[in-house]
């Protein structure tokens, strides 16, 4: 059993409590107590709160200080719950910090919380009453998620009891368990001999005195990314950490392990091993399905842009009626003046009256369509827009129109200064408030979506796109919005609708799933996030205030989850009827907090909810820009933003939103450099969708391959890419150049027998002399070679394929000896990275003829007798590609046409910051690549490649956790509207920095290409 540790009258209770409070604890209401093992990191504060939240009322709290000096002070209260804090002044190790809070706690039942994980409200509760049902056990635990630094959820800890499974690893984390002390008393107690896995011993130990009970429910929260042991996480760096520290365990307990447990323990795992099959199963068949939707949401999307032009060109129509409108008024003026004279005038004062709306309408049909531009990307129906009038001319009047048309046209207003009263609203802001202007005002009113909140789509309705593509029902999108219009109709006399009302005739799990997707797509804006946090450091109130059709809960558990916890209250209008557009809530405001706008100001990013209501009804504002005009603001973005904006693509939202996510996290810090932002906006989708791509080819082909061979250069940053995004295949990083593979190709330098290979060294394409040739070569030892290609150049005949090889065929002996020397240690190089270990092998690369593949179909082929088969999976392929039915690709896989003007650009997406690789020679203990020859514009390139792949991977991590790497939304021609984009629409510095960069079109160093053509 464990060594004995002090005697608990050697540690110090800092903080003490009356000890008669044991007696009033004794009763039929059993106490609990909570142990916290604590290193005093903050966190420790959240852990503290889910337990003064929990609905089980009889409660205390032991906080086992384990860092020793400079703990936090603590309370002897929080809440309504006794608090202790037990301090012995040095560091303590887990388990030793363990057996002190179990020797320092009263209660009946006990439960560990570490300090930087949650418990649910009703954990306790139910884990009670858990045990109450089942009186024989003295254990019961719950389900527990696991979720990342973001707040999604990673996986959970749910799997029912087995007295096996808990001997083969520990699935019980050590905050899931309600135990009896009974237990203690029965000698179980943390091994101070162990440094990790201490809980998985002691519930070994429990369990050789009761079952453990399962209370299916969730019932507290994991944080793995603030999680410092390793233990939990299956990064590769802690496996062989893990493993150690489980052969510990497994050695303390083998003397007790019997021959029946042994027979569980494998049939279990026979039993979790099919359950992973039947998933893989399922998800294969997933798969299917969304490649068999795919032509139809094609069709649907087509209809939609369709329609959408239909009503551009409706809007330019009546457009135009307008103007010849307002030519015929002006030459009717005269009879007008006329008119006013008259009495006849007076006795139509009535009509006169009823014009002025009408007059309005017209002024506000432009302003509104700018509006929603600015959401939806569409212009709304002219009969849309004339009920939307006529609604707010029958609750507010004529006042209400002149309000709305004068906040709509607010944006081409210059900015000013932030006053409490001006009659125009100023251009919103991207610059936060100072520190003067927060000490100006003691509450604050915050707009929730897009103020402090902001999704990774460019439209709130993409969100719906999306939940139609991944719940392959085309039609889902236009269904949803349908019937939200249909419901406000339905509840004309409600001032906002319900999301329940809206699905009162849909399938209730839609309603579910839209609520997920909005906590999973919603991040706190970056832009408004600091200013949140000077104003909580400052002890401002703060209201959040939401039009919004959610509920007050959901939209609680949107901003907990964007890290917005400390504030007053939330108003929503869907829970009371009140709307900021409308000026309702800021009436009902001012009646429920007295004067509350004289020290108050709102801030948000509508014209008219954030700025022209709040302002109307006596409230300072501050506007923060919204979605369109932050895209218009943005000097990578706006040049081309109109392109952009009208032709908008789910795939393209996607991109703009998480870039816009990514790059308002820079406010207030340097902004990145053009190419980061080139390479995140740019590469980042193209390669993260790319590794979705090839994922997916894995898939169809059925290859079941444990790594993937990425080729280098351009598998650089591809294979880091893919490393981000997805667990497994492993990616290999592999020494292959097009020059290394080709030479180890060559057997005769005969042109019947090595024609695709040579044609790499003999054409004639880029060379104006013997060096560019010898370079291509990579040996400075050819010199009879050398000798006969500078009298080539000397007797002034051009160039030529024919005349090249005829040189080389000339020092035939000497360059076949060193092609098989080079053979021989590429190939006991391709053997030590395993690339001959599986039946199948997979090659990655940017591809368009796949001269690397083709080289390596000839080795295998000469040297094997048996080979592994050899797959290429590409960007893209010509369709005349050699081997061709071994190779498919993702932009084009045949015709390059729509991609043609743009494969440089693509290959500097995906250039490498490291030398190129000649040829490979055998180091001390492994391979060592031998580089090219780095020129000037090579070193240039190699700068510029270290910020395009660290704006890529930065993608690839935010399509990591906001779309769990699941990226099919986006398709090949959502790249080719990008790029054409790009060229079309380049700005000033786009033409600066791709105009000074040059690409090498063939093997050697002629950069004489221009990066992209046309800009």
């Not at 003490?16 to 093992?37: D, H, Y």
Request: net charge negative; with cysteine.
């Amino acid at each position: 059993m464990p060594p004995e540790i002090p005697h608990p009258d050697q540690y110090t209770e800092v903080n003490t409590i009356e000890s008669a409070i044991t007696n009033a604890f004794e009763g039929s209401t059993p106490l609990v107590s909570v142990i916290i093992r604590s290193m005093g990191r903050p966190s420790l504060r959240e852990a503290l709160h889910s337990v003064v939240h929990q609905s089980y009322s009889m409660i205390e709290v032991i906080v086992v200080n384990a860092k020793g000096q400079g703990h936090p002070e603590l309370p002897t209260q929080i809440g309504t719950v006794p608090l202790r804090l037990v301090s012995r002044q040095t560091p303590l190790l887990r388990s030793a910090a363990g057996n002190a809070g179990l020797d320092s706690a009263r209660g009946k039942y006990l439960i560990f919380l570490d300090d930087d994980d949650l418990f649910e409200p009703t954990h306790i509760e139910r884990l009670i009453q858990t045990l109450s049902e089942h009186p024989e056990a003295l254990l019961a635990y719950a389900d527990v998620r696991i979720v990342s630094a973001e707040g999604v959820t990673l996986g959970c800890f749910n799997q029912d009891y087995l007295a096996a499974r808990l001997w083969s690893g520990n699935f019980l984390p050590i905050h899931a368990v309600l135990f009896d002390r009974k237990l203690v008393e029965l000698g179980c107690r943390f091994d101070e001999a162990l440094d990790s896995y201490e809980d998985w011993d002691f519930w070994l130990q429990a369990s050789r005195w009761s079952t453990f009970v399962h209370c299916p429910s969730l019932g507290a929260t994991y944080r793995i990314a603030l999680s410092q042991s390793g233990m939990a996480t299956n990064a590769p760096e802690f496996l062989p950490l893990q493993l150690e520290a489980k052969k510990v365990i497994w050695r303390k307990w083998w003397p007790r392990y019997d021959v029946e447990t042994f027979i569980d323990t494998i049939e279990d795992l026979k039993h979790q091993l099919d359950l992973s099959n039947k998933n893989a199963a399922e998800h294969a068949a997933e798969l299917g399905q969304l490649r068999a939707s795919y032509e139809s949401l094609t069709t649907q999307f087509s209809q939609l842009e369709n329609t959408a032009a239909r009503q551009t060109h409706d809007i330019a129509r009546l457009e135009g009626m307008l103007e010849d409108s307002e030519r015929r008024s002006a030459q009717n003026e005269q009879i007008i003046d006329a008119l006013r004279s008259s009495t006849s005038w007076r006795i139509t004062a009535p009509l006169r009256l009823a014009g002025r709306p009408v007059a309005q309408f017209r002024h506000l049909l432009a302003a509104w369509r700018a509006q929603q531009m600015s959401t939806e990307g569409a212009t709304p129906s002219v009969l849309t827009l004339l009920l939307k009038t006529v609604r707010t001319l029958l609750r507010e009047g004529t006042s209400g129109i002149k309000l709305r048309t004068t906040a709509l046209q607010s944006r081409t207003i210059a900015p000013g200064p932030l006053v409490a009263n001006v009659k125009s609203p100023p251009a919103a802001s991207r610059n936060l408030l100072s520190w003067a202007d927060i000490e100006r005002y003691e509450t604050f009113f915050i707009d929730v979506f897009d103020t402090a909140v902001i999704r990774t789509w460019c439209a709130p309705t993409d969100v719906f796109k999306y939940l139609a593509a991944n719940k392959k029902d085309s039609d889902f999108a236009r269904r949803r919005v349908e019937r939200e219009a249909n419901t406000r109709t339905e509840f004309k006399s409600q001032r906002e609708v319900s999301l329940e009302q809206i699905y009162a005739k849909l399938p209730k799990d839609e309603l579910s799933e839209e609520i997920d997707a909005e906590l999973r797509f919603c991040v706190a804006n970056p832009e408004f996030k600091p200013l949140y946090d000077r104003l909580v450091e400052s002890s401002k109130t703060i209201y959040f205030v939401s039009d919004m059709y959610l509920d007050k809960d959901s939209v609680t558990r949107i901003l907990s989850r964007c890290g917005f916890q400390h504030y007053k209250n939330l108003f929503v209008s869907s829970e009371d009827q009140l709307l900021k557009g409308d000026g309702s809530r800021f009436a009902w405001l001012k009646v429920t907090l007295p004067g509350c706008e004289q020290q108050a100001i709102h801030i948000g990013d509508n014209p008219i909810a954030d700025h022209a209501q709040p302002r109307a009804h006596g409230f300072a504002t501050h506007r923060l820009p919204t979605a369109e005009e932050w895209f218009d603001m943005d000097d990578f973005i706006t040049s081309k933003w109109p392109a952009l904006r009208d032709k908008r693509s789910l795939g393209q939202s996607a991109i703009l939103g998480l870039f816009r996510a990514w790059k308002s996290g820079f406010i207030g810090r340097e902004t990145p450099s053009y190419w980061r932002q080139f390479g995140f906006f740019y590469g980042g989708a193209l390669v993260s969708a790319f590794c979705g791509y090839i994922h997916a080819e894995l898939d169809k082909r059925r290859l079941d391959v444990s790594r993937l061979f990425f080729l280098a250069r351009d598998g650089d940053i591809l294979s880091r890419a893919y490393r981000v995004l997805y667990e497994k295949p492993d990616p290999v990083y592999t020494f292959a150049s097009r020059r290394c593979m080709s030479f180890a190709a060559l057997y005769s330098l005969d042109e019947a027998d090595d024609k695709n290979q040579l044609r790499l060294f003999t054409t004639s394409v880029g060379v104006s002399g013997a060096t560019d040739i010898l370079e291509r070569l990579g040996y400075p030892d050819l010199t009879g070679l050398e000798l006969d290609l500078l009298r080539q150049q000397s007797s002034g005949q051009p160039w030529t394929d024919a005349n090249i090889l005829a040189a080389l065929q000339k020092h035939r002996d000497t360059l076949l000896v060193k092609a098989a020397t080079e053979r021989d240690i590429l190939l006991d190089y391709l053997r030590e990275i395993g690339f001959f270990d599986e039946a199948d092998a997979v090659v990655i690369d940017v591809g368009w003829s796949g001269s690397i593949q083709n080289a390596l179909h000839k080795i295998i082929a000469r040297e094997f007798a048996s080979t592994p088969r050899l797959h290429g999976i590409y960007l893209g392929v010509y369709g005349d590609a050699l081997y061709k039915e071994h190779k498919s690709g993702y932009l084009f896989d045949g015709v390059p046409a729509p991609f043609a003007p743009y494969l440089n650009l693509i290959e500097l997406l995906t250039s490498s910051p490291q030398d190129g690789v000649m040829r490979l020679q055998r180091g001390d203990c492994s391979f060592e690549p031998i580089p090219a020859k780095r020129t000037e514009h090579e070193a240039q390139r190699q700068e510029i490649s270290e910020q395009i792949q660290r704006g890529i991977l930065e993608f690839a991590d935010l399509a990591r956790q906001h779309f769990d790497a699941d990226l099919g939304f986006l398709k090949p021609e959502d790249f080719e509207h990008l790029f054409s984009t790009l060229r079309t629409h380049t700005s000033e510095l786009d033409s600066t920095e791709l105009g000074r960069l040059r690409h090498a079109m063939t093997l050697g160093n002629k950069f004489d290409q221009f990066v992209l053509t046309g800009a």
